[in-house]
């Protein structure tokens, strides 16, 4: 991929929802649209006549169903334009951590050149909801949510990959405590050097509540119209934000003490020593959603994730300072999740200094879809994404897919996709969901893309499941 200024992050949260394959802003109703399109609470539970009764058959009838529930559903994604289709399972695997020789990172820096990997993960610990007759719908989630990017330019590939053995770095020196210390004769800032580099990751906490009604109902015509909104509660347990753009160098980091990092001989007024599992941020998020259902066809939009989090705990800021005295050798695998603190400390690559706190926006964005029910058996849908920000966490393009619901049955429905962006190329989303017990329990897998299973190049890695839905 041509380098570009797209500060990209990934979308598991704008699909991990069993039961919908390509889009979900107009269709997905109780606790699966918290997140997607809260207006959809509104939508009144119906019962489903699949066939009728006959002299010879007693037919199939669902009923209505007001209360859902689920435990441990959502997804993973992980995509790179970097590796291939081995290297990415590699680095998912963990299968050559800590192997790579000299010529090894040599191929690894040429290989993320302008390029990257990207990895979300959206997960509802516990969801339920309830949707009446008459004055609408609520629902109560609890989910993790993770995101982030570690994407390179040329010199930023060579520097983690090789470390010292940059060649920018054209001499070396043994410093008091016998390290080897490369450092360059001509020295530059980062960000000088590092233009359109990105080294992102999000981790919080999300408690929401969320509610959505029907405000307008014209039966003769067919029309409803429906509203939605959502508050949700923020823990925060990660935040690495750097970014040079433009000659400019924006880096900022607040991780929880369970991932002990070292910062080397920087100190923070926000410090939190040993190493508890706690959170140490808090912050706030809403959701608006409008849905207009005209019968047959049904039109969504929603701005999700509108709000920040304010970062107490661990909080640092890196300086623009001139790169030279690395003592490092570099990344030794593809496993960027384990590689990355050497970029932090004393002797290694950025200069930290600590702050009290540092508030972040969340990554918001605007969603519209549209859907058509041709018939019983056949759904078609169509889902657009547009980030509304560049912060840690958003969508470095817009996401553009369509779907088809297929429904050969009562207990099964099966869906496909097409869609494009979000730095991911062309992909083809394809899942199954199953309703058994007379709708009683629910569960389906799905897969962001299936021609990673066909071809090597720009691979997608991911999975949603969920085998705990349940519908009273």
Not at 63 to 90: C, Q, V
Request: with cysteine; hydrophobic share 40%; net charge neutral.
């Amino acid at each position: 991929m041509a380098l570009v200024r797209a500060h990209a992050q990934t979308e598991a949260s704008d699909y991990s929802r069993i039961g919908f394959t390509g889009y979900l802003t107009s269709v997905a109703s109780d606790y699966q649209c918290v997140g997607i399109n809260p207006a959809n609470l509104g939508f009144v539970p119906q019962s489903t006549l699949w066939r009728l009764a006959s002299p010879v058959d007693y037919g199939v009838e669902r009923n209505k169903r007001a209360w859902s529930f689920t435990a441990l559903e959502g997804g993973i994604s992980l995509h790179t334009d970097a590796l291939n289709r081995e290297g990415l399972a590699n680095l998912l695997t963990q299968t050559s951590s800590g192997t790579f020789d000299a010529a090894e990172k040599i191929r690894a820096a040429s290989a993320f050149a302008g390029k990257g990997v990207r990895f979300s993960v959206d997960v509802i610990v516990a969801g339920a909801s309830y949707q009446s007759d008459s004055w609408g719908g609520i629902a109560l989630t609890l989910r993790e949510r993770i995101s982030g990017t570690f994407r390179f330019n040329e010199a930023a590939a060579k520097l983690a990959f090789q470390g010292r053995n940059f060649d920018y770095f054209d001499s070396l020196a043994v410093n008091v405590n016998g390290d080897t210390i490369g450092y360059s004769t001509n020295p530059q800032t980062f960000s000088q050097i590092f233009d359109d580099t990105r080294l992102a990751m999000l981790w919080f906490r999300e408690i929401g509540a969320s509610y959505g009604i029907r405000i307008v109902n014209f039966e003769k015509a067919e029309t409803s119209i429906y509203f939605g909104f959502g508050v949700k509660y923020l823990m925060g347990y990660a935040m690495i934000d750097a970014l040079t753009d433009n000659g400019r160098l924006r880096a900022y980091s607040a991780l929880a003490p369970f991932f002990g990092i070292s910062y080397g001989k920087a100190t923070s007024p926000s410090l939190i020593l040993g190493n508890d599992y706690q959170h140490i941020g808090n912050g706030w998020s809403t959701d608006l959603g409008l849905t207009v259902d005209l019968g047959k066809l049904t039109v969504g939009m929603s701005v999700v994730d509108i709000g920040q989090i304010t970062w107490n705990g661990n909080v640092f800021q890196a300086k623009d300072t001139i790169l030279n005295g690395v003592a490092s050798t570099g990344f030794s695998s593809y496993n960027i999740f384990e590689e990355a603190p050497k970029i932090t400390g004393a002797g290694n690559f950025f200069t930290w200094e600590g702050l009290n706190s540092k508030t972040t926006t969340l990554p918001a964005r605007l969603r519209i879809g549209t859907s058509y029910e041709w018939s019983q058996r056949w759904q078609f849908g169509l889902d657009v994404i547009y980030p509304l920000n560049t912060e840690a966490g958003s969508l470095g393009e817009p996401i553009v897919s369509a779907g088809a619901d297929w429904q050969p049955n009562v207990w099964m429905k099966v869906g496909v996709g097409l869609g494009g962006g979000g730095n991911m190329g062309v992909f083809v989303p394809i899942g199954v969901s199953f309703s058994l017990f007379n709708g009683l329990w629910e569960l389906g897998i799905a897969s962001r893309d299936v021609l990673t299973y066909f071809v090597t190049d720009r691979p997608i890695l991911s999975g949603v499941i969920g085998l705990a839905r349940f519908r009273l």
